[in-house]
């Protein structure tokens, strides 16, 4: 047999070689009109390109291999390579995938121009058509096109074969924190147009109406014919003309041939409704391209939206407003496909991110599948689009390197062609964490040459000197830089960029602490705009766990809550029997792999509220936060909430009140009156009507305000029977099933883990307290005990005073902390109560999990949960399911029995079926056996989540201070 030239090139070690036969890279939407070729198609894995097994069973297009039990499973690695040959070269073990299948050509399509479209394949696509070689394509995550009017017969039957590599010197390239997979991932469709085409179309639509469409046409067939045409029809009706000076300077033109016809269209709108995250206004535009008698050779449908950006000054502005960027980093993921995601998939994810008040997102870190665009521009988002390039591993070599240039301006001129023309597209990004060398000037220098439209960024360029104006990227957007390190350079007078983090607060398990705090700086700081969490998608692959394969999309439905079915799991690095990984790391979103919010969404819900509360001396404001919209679309309900326990409601009148602007209203509830009166004033906040993202009705956020405060008073001891204390001065109580004692661990959290907390108080001995008690003394009915805790860090003393009162015990406590311990995760009490007790209600800030820097979102109320649902099912179990600002509680059996406990002052509770010692010995959430009883902690403090699993830990105002730290607790059993 002959030999296979695209084999014989060795493209896989290649970098020079980005494609070979690919068409250009264009912004005309073929989708539509095409012949889909997804389904089912031969497939034969091979163990290295060139090789063959001759063994061929199916595969489903599109679709990783690596999810179809075809024998190469997923591996996850952050950033080091899962294997260590060194750029270009790339493992002789390489998974090859033979993807073939034939295609009946339409007899209509003779004379026509004929293109096969791959939408994605990774790492390297070799393509040959009925045995001829067709092309080469890399970058796993944009289309490539190749023209077979020459290779195929219309009428007649044509075989396709696809051939995937795994691994090449493009992997070096493609090294994201993800995981990693293999095969066609995207779409695959032919289409077919005139031998007259629209080769490219390019639209300008600016805020004041005007609209500029910038025509490319070609023929495949040689020299354009004379006459052609161009016309534009906005909305079926406002016609756009042809721009004739630019027709006739081009006519002029000695540089310009017969091979490319160019055309310029040219209309103003006015009273145009522009374009914003807030008003995704959209205006349909058609493009045809006419031959000489009139007739429409060929037709482009785009959606165009009216808007500016531009950077002045420190600040980005849209449409002129300094808008903020709330923003989340997105990676294409699904649980059952891994990567392969629909149209109505990603519509989910907008919806979620839309309702949970995110207004933008970064594609991190490769241009996201082209439907989460449209929908970006329908919906409403600004988009940070990135370019497919992460040298992780290798960033210092390969940023010089001039074998990879050409893959660097590949990679990014081709994104820009791709999505030029939309309007939710506000910054183009030349890549993630590659370092920072003259293969990203080179691609700057492309960019900033073709679109000058938009600002361009790229962290490793800005990374060293945040003042350096000459280095490619107009926005300093670093990473996890700590709040003070951003105030500080607001503050510099050196700023002479926007600041908008292109990552911040890691959402890795229980997380996002601070969150707060970052906003309440972005939004008083001139200069900080904003940021992108990281991230989106907690990436846990739905695995069986009999035999450790992915459940594929046999999967549908095994999940729900955050939760996989019986005999599945959330799969992370490691779980698929990789030796090289990196373990949870992947799953570290704000919400679990079946897009269910993690509470952390609350928090940022409430944060990026479009309505905001003040009340001060005696004046509640409403404050609009939005940047172009009024409070008209909003519908909202006064809550007043009583510490007595009563809640009363009323429709609440929003005010007329501009964007940015506020209003004064009145209290629409009579003041409480006593200084024991805490009461809440809530704001609940729904869409008036139905929008895009959000059914009429459905909750925005919810602000509150206090407007008393409140003292509780203190319970009356009574002469009552005696606490009863065992020899050990351990409470016994019929309601008990553990006695209270001191706690001062937590099962770590992510944050705790990878920040080295964790280690710490593991040395100290924090999750095995030995106690000792050292005195037991009785006086009167009361008893007070005091214990001893040994720790690696000094002896902690323990005092309980148990005192009865009307109905129940009062119990006074108070830890003294030597000098060491000076960062504990919590200092509280823990106890265990006897089964059966399944619904906990109380008065604090709820319902969704809070900690002590992530309680913004969690208004106070009184609020009731089953205990099951109190629980967070982080994917590595994990400290879960506090509630923050508790003042009272009580967990009871459906017959009413139960416990109250009322809190001398409002403290982090939590009520749980697992101790913090079973948490810690499960690696997924499967593993973990429901106690009978509840585990109840009463915290008179816990320490702040902080996001130390990669960047800063809590503040020091959310740590706990060593020395004496008493509270009190009063236990009753109604
Ligand atoms: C940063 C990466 O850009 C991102 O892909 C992810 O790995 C994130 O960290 C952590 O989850 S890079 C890191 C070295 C700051």
Redesign the pocket.
Known sequence: MRRDPLIALRPWESPEVTSWGRMPMNAVDRRNDALSLDGSWHFQMVPAPGASSGEWTRIEVPGAWTMQDVGDLPQYT??RMPWGEFPPTSPTANPTGVYERSVDIPAEWAGRRIVLQVGAAESVLLVHVNGHPVGISKDSHLAAEFDLSDVVRPGGSATLRLTVIKWSDASHIED??QWWHAGITRSVLLYTTDALHLGDVTVRARRDGRLRVDCQVRNASGALPEGWYVTGALEGHQLLAQDTEFDRLNAEDMRVSDFLGEARLRTTVRDVRPWTAETPELYELTVRLHRADGSVADTSHHRVGFRDVEIRGRDLLVNGERVFIRGVNRHDFHPLTGRTVTAEDMRADLVVMKRFGFNAIRT??YPNDPALLDLADELGFYVVDEANIESHDHAHEIADDPRYLAAFVDRVSRMVLRDKNHPSVIIWSLG??SDYGANHDAAAGWVRRHDPSRPLQYEGAAKLDWSDETVASDIVCP??APIEDCVAHALSGKQTKPLIQC?YS?A?GNSNGTLADHWAAIESTPGLQGGFI??FWDHGILQRVNDGRPAGRAGVGLYDNGVAAPGHRWAYGGDFGETIHDGA?IA?GVVFPDRTPKPAMYEHREIAAPVRLTYAQGVLLVHNRQHFRTLEWLTAEWHLVRADGGTESTPAELPDVLPCESAAVHVPFPLPESPEGEAWLTLRVTTAGDEAWAPRGTEVCLPQVRLGAGTTAAPVPVAGPPAEVDEEGLLVHPILAAPPVLSLWRAPTDNDEIGGMAARWRDWGLDALVRKVVDVRREGAGVTVVAEYATGGGTVRHEQLITPVAGGLRIEESAELPDTLDDVARVGTVFETVGGLDVLEWYGQGPWESYPDRSAGAPVGHHSLAVDELFTPYLRPQESGGRHGVRRFALSAPDATGLTVELGAPSQVSATRHRAEDLAAAAHHDELVPRPGCVVHLDAAHRGLGTAS?GPDTSSQYLIAPGIHRWTWTLRVP
């Open positions: 952050n950033f994201q924190d991190a870190h993630n964490e990473m996890y990552e890691h890795m990281w991230e790391f570290d990669c």
